[in-house]
């Protein structure tokens, strides 16, 4: 669920002078990550009243959480590069910039197709500070330890946002209303790119690769493709023109992305040949089912919560807090135990303990209180902690100590294209919430769905994940 940091590149740089304390640096940049991950929940809470102030449906709404989510996935992999190739002070002031810039046009968007691109706009600048402020973080701290400490804070604070999102989210639209959750961004960046522009100086890769522009168009062509064809299949259904000519496209981009990144080799964007690896494949494909059935059943579930329960913004927070809070304070244990057993039976289990809680939510009904939720809730975030950790260390330890850095941000990037489509095929089942019978029935099949993937990714990763984690010394 979480954004878990990718482990830092093994390769020669060029380092730079600094012009501001490293605990200064480490401070800025740590702002910057808790922004894009607190994006990614906080605006949830405030889906009801942006569809009724906006006068959206399900669909609309769909794509205001898509829009962001589709352009982390599809600049996730390319943006670590560009910072390597231009720099990283560059692409990080860059990121601060589009992210302010698109959370201003949130805030003020008139209706939602504007909102829909300030969002994606959001997504951009977030999908450049990403992996920006983690190399940035890395060349302030040379030292070993201390650049292990540094990772660690700013991994800790990141993981903050999760829990934080749902609640400062609740706190800003019952008080100020939802285009508060935007706005709120605004001087926070202001502030975080002006220290930026004081205290960083520029550092860039000696040899980096060259952008995969042809991977990257198609790679978002891809996933907007298919995105499409879910959100307007739950419109209009899966067989109106436009959903028939979404399917073909998705499946025509997936074609030509193949035989672009086969020709491409080493520096494709998403090397075919780490693909072929079992391990990798199966952590990768745990990764995007995760999201897919965590992000989609979120989106269905806060509407339930607000739409058909009636509860306020903030009080839909308060309930969701026991499944964001277990990623805050079991991830770094869960990490702990991999490092130890191996990624296998931590993901296993993490899976069929977050499988047992979607299948709780199978118990909701229109007055259920927060004590028949609760038990659901807490074995879905317990998992998820567990789950988070194994599931990207496995994909490093699947592949060589000096591709690391682009084995995580692959997971990053199949865990964002897993959410995107979650989301949309939640929304599609699920169907309007004025229909509180259809939409709690819709509720159940998403919960129990994503409880039966999980049960399945269960069997994939004890099938094709190695027994123990294999350990390399430091470079």
């Known amino acids: 669920m979480s954004d878990i940091p990718p482990a830092p590149l093994r390769r020669a740089v060029r380092p730079a002078r600094r012009t501001g304390s490293p605990r200064t640096v480490l401070l800025v940049m740590c702002a910057g990550y808790f922004l894009v991950l607190l994006d990614v929940t906080v605006v949830n809470v405030a889906l009801p009243r942006i569809g009724a102030a906006?006068?959206?449906?399900?669909?609309?709404?769909?794509?205001?959480?898509?829009?962001?989510?589709?352009?982390?996935?599809?600049?996730?992999?390319?943006?670590g590069t560009a910072g390597d190739r231009y720099g990283h002070r560059r692409v990080v002031l860059a990121g601060f910039a589009v992210f302010g810039a698109g959370s201003l046009a949130c805030g003020l968007a008139p209706d939602v197709p504007v909102l829909v691109v300030a969002r994606i706009v959001q997504g951009v600048g977030a999908a450049l500070l990403l992996p920006g402020t983690l190399a940035v973080v890395g060349r302030a701290f040379p030292e070993d330890a201390a650049r292990a400490r540094a990772i660690g804070l700013w991994a800790g604070v990141g993981?903050?946002?999760?829990?934080?999102?749902?609640?400062?989210?609740?706190?800003?639209?019952?008080?100020?209303?939802?285009?508060?959750?935007?706005?709120?961004?605004?001087?926070?960046?202001?502030?975080?790119?002006?220290?930026?522009?004081?205290?960083l100086d520029e550092s860039r890769e000696s040899a980096a690769p060259p952008l995969d522009l042809p991977g990257m168009l198609l790679g978002g062509l891809l996933l907007c493709a298919t995105t499409y064809a879910f959100i307007q299949g739950g419109r209009s259904g899966p067989g109106a023109p436009r959903v028939v000519a979404a399917a073909v496209t998705a499946l025509l981009a997936l074609a030509a992305l193949g035989v672009a990144e086969t020709r491409r080799g080493e520096n494709a964007m998403l090397p075919t040949a780490l693909l072929r690896r079992p391990a990798f494949a199966a952590a990768n494909t745990a990764a995007g089912i995760m999201n897919l059935g965590t992000l989609g059943t979120l989106f269905v579930l806060t509407l339930f919560?607000?739409?058909?329960?009636?509860r306020s913004a903030l009080q839909a927070g308060l309930v969701l807090l026991p499944l964001f809070a277990p990623l805050a304070v079991i991830a770094p244990f869960g990490g702990r135990i991999t490092s130890r057993t191996g990624a296998r039976l931590p993901a296993a289990a993490g899976l069929l303990c977050a499988a047992a809680g979607l299948a709780l939510l199978a118990r909701a009904a229109p007055h259920s209180s927060f004590p028949v939720l609760l038990p659901a809730l807490l074995l879905w975030g317990v998992g998820l902690g567990v789950l988070t950790p194994a599931v990207v260390a496995a994909a490093?330890?699947?592949?060589?100590?000096?591709?690391?850095?682009?084995?995580?941000?692959?997971?990053?990037?199949?865990?964002?294209?897993?959410?995107?489509?979650?989301?949309?095929?939640?929304?599609?089942v699920a169907g309007q919430p004025d229909d509180p019978d259809r939409f709690l029935s819709g509720l159940h099949a998403v919960a129990l769905g994503s409880a039966c993937l999980y049960a399945a990714a269960v069997i994939l990763v004890l099938a094709l994940l190695p027994r123990a984690a294999r350990r390399r010394a430091a470079p």
């Open 159 to 199: 993981s903050l946002a999760l829990p934080a999102g749902p609640l400062l989210g609740g706190v800003l639209v019952d008080g100020l209303g939802w285009r508060a959750v935007f706005l709120v961004n605004v001087p926070i960046v202001l502030v975080a790119l002006v220290r930026s522009a004081a205290v």
């Open 305 to 310: 919560l607000q739409t058909v329960q009636g």
């Open 54 to 79: 906006l006068g959206t449906g399900v669909a609309g709404l769909q794509w205001v959480v898509d829009g962001y989510a589709l352009a982390l996935a599809c600049l996730m992999l390319t943006s």
């Open 396 to 428: 490093v330890a699947a592949v060589p100590g000096e591709r690391s850095g682009l084995a995580s941000a692959v997971n990053n990037t199949a865990r964002q294209t897993g959410g995107a489509i979650g989301i949309a095929v939640a929304g599609a």
